[in-house]
């Protein structure tokens, strides 16, 4: 009997990094390859024409770059505007129950903003390598216009598919990319001669995920830079029937139909330990290091903020962007974790002493303004909540001698 040889699914590669700024080697040794990186990838997407790079959903590799090759952000913006490069929408990514749900706003605001600057953001809450999340997130995603999300860790057993609806408390949802196999899962793909076998082996193992639609393979891991021959090798496997495309993230997941119907619900948090490990040591590892955070966002989001806002003393926006921005750095899912060397937890602690004290200023600027309006004799006392309150409080008086 005769039969006829039945197309392959599509494979769509997604040559990226995962980029941690800082972890088992500090900040500034760490950018030193991501420049490398950069400097190696930015002409190749000038150069050829078929190449594509997903830059890990965080605009801070972006800036942490540009701040040693500033020349390069026009370069930057072209392949952005043209969709080659795929950056944001995040500041940061963040650990999300390490930090305030304010600090989660703010992060995204911020990559949202930068990306705009850049030419457009990947409309996609990427969140690859976070340790669980938070059941808020789908709401929060939805509010900044983003109906997709992607993600690994925390996923539970029943979902079986690869695309899933996440809902949130408020019933807001969105469409989300599950990675089965993790943001690695086709690392592996290039480099031996081996492609054609490794493609077969990678199809077989995601065909029960993906059935007969494009099956999605993540090009790439921690830290990694793209093979040079990744666009030649891709040619000779389709000379050969291998059915693959070269695209970015955003490429893939947002030609899907947001509101997809009949996918797997999960709602609320992701925290399930079926599939990834989600590392809940990072929650009691340097434990100075998230009651640091902790006061560093009271001091800035109960305090030096709202006062700053009721009685504004001069223009004090910029100590508190800086607040912002340090706080928001801090919230990375190696950092606040406290899960990587010592010299990286130092600089983390450093950043966020710098928030507290940017807040505390802020703070006591506008309680001195106030202080010097209020009359002669009187006392001044301020109500850092958002409602009337009747409250004792406790006042020291400075005798006439000197004494209380």
């Known amino acids: 009997m005769n039969s006829t040889p ?27 390859r ?40 026009p370069r930057v913006s072209a392949l952005v505007r043209v969709g080659k490069l795929a950056v944001g929408p995040w500041r940061v990514l963040l650990d999300e129950f390490l930090c305030s749900g304010e600090n989660i706003v703010r992060n995204l605001e911020l990559g949202l903003a930068r990306v705009g600057e850049l030419g457009g953001a990947m409309a996609i809450g990427y ?46 949802d969105v469409r989300t990319e599950y990675l089965p196999g993790g943001y690695g899962n086709g690392a592996d793909l290039f480099g031996d001669g081996s492609a ?12 029960p995920w993906f059935d007969d639609e494009a099956m999605l393979a993540m090009y790439g891991t921690d830290h990694s830079a793209p093979l040079p021959t990744l666009v ?60 640091s955070m902790s006061a560093a966002e009271r001091m800035v989001e ?9 009685w504004p003393p001069s223009d004090v926006r910029p100590f508190l962007d800086m607040a912002w921005q340090r706080l928001v750095d801090c919230s990375c899912h190696d950092s606040v974790t406290g899960c990587g060397v010592v010299d990286t937890a130092q600089q983390v602690a450093a950043r966020l002493a710098e928030a507290e004290q940017l807040g505390r200023a802020v703070r006591d600027l506008v309680l001195g ?19 009337s309150r009747t409250d004792f409080v406790a006042v020291a008086r400075r005798g006439a001698g000197g004494g209380r």
């Open 6 to 32: 039945q197309t392959p699914a599509e494979i769509v590669v997604v040559p990226h990094t995962h980029w941690d700024r800082e972890w088992y080697a500090p900040f500034q040794r760490f950018r030193l």
């Open 34 to 73: 991501l420049v490398a990186l950069l400097d190696d990838v930015i002409p190749r997407l000038e150069r050829e024409p078929d190449f594509r790079f997903t830059l890990d959903g965080q605009t801070a590799a972006i800036d942490d770059y540009l701040e040693v090759r500033p020349e390069m952000e």
């Open 127 to 172: 969140l690859p390598d976070m340790f669980g999340h938070c059941a808020q997130m789908p709401q929060i995603l939805r509010r900044a216009g983003l109906v997709h999300a992607c993600v690994w860790r925390g996923v539970p057993s029943r979902v079986d598919r690869h695309a899933f609806r996440w809902i949130a408390p408020d019933g807001s």
């Open 196 to 207: 054609g076998e490794r493609l077969a082996v990678l199809r077989k193992r995601m065909s």
């Open 232 to 291: 030649a090798d891709i040619e000779e496997l389709n000379a050969a029937g291998g059915a693959v495309l070269l695209r970015t993230l955003s490429d893939y997941v947002t030609t899907r139909d947001p509101d997809e119907a009949g996918l797997p619900e999960v709602a609320g948090e992701l925290r399930s330990h079926a599939r990834a490990n989600i590392l809940p040591g990072v929650f009691s590892v340097r434990t100075h290091l998230k009651r």
């Open 302 to 310: 109960r305090y030096a903020e709202p006062w700053s806002a009721l």
């Open 369 to 387: 303004d106030l202080a010097d309006r209020a009359p002669a004799g009187g006392w001044l006392v301020a109500n850092p909540t958002p409602r």
